[in-house]
């Protein structure tokens, strides 16, 4: 498994945030972007291709034939 990463940039300019993910996937990014959403307002959301990927960690149950 990759690595996980959260990198975050603070302008000290303005005191704006920027906050990215490595390697997460779907409700695992959802969640570390929410923790950080708590601090300010949101004012740009980018999705990247990985959000809408299952987490390959995560155990999947097959029924049926």
Do not use: L, W
């Not at 704006?16 to 990014?29: I, K, L, R, S």
Request: aromatic letters at 6%; hydrophobic letters at 30%.
């Amino acid at each position: 498994m990759a690595e996980q990463i959260v990198t975050i940039e603070i302008d000290a300019e303005d005191g704006t945030m920027t906050v990215d993910t490595e390697n997460f996937h779907g409700q695992g990014c959802k969640a570390v972007h929410e923790a950080f959403e708590s601090m300010g307002k949101v004012t740009k959301d980018v999705r990247k291709p990985e959000y809408y990927q299952a987490n390959p960690n995560q155990n999947t149950v097959r029924t049926g034939r």
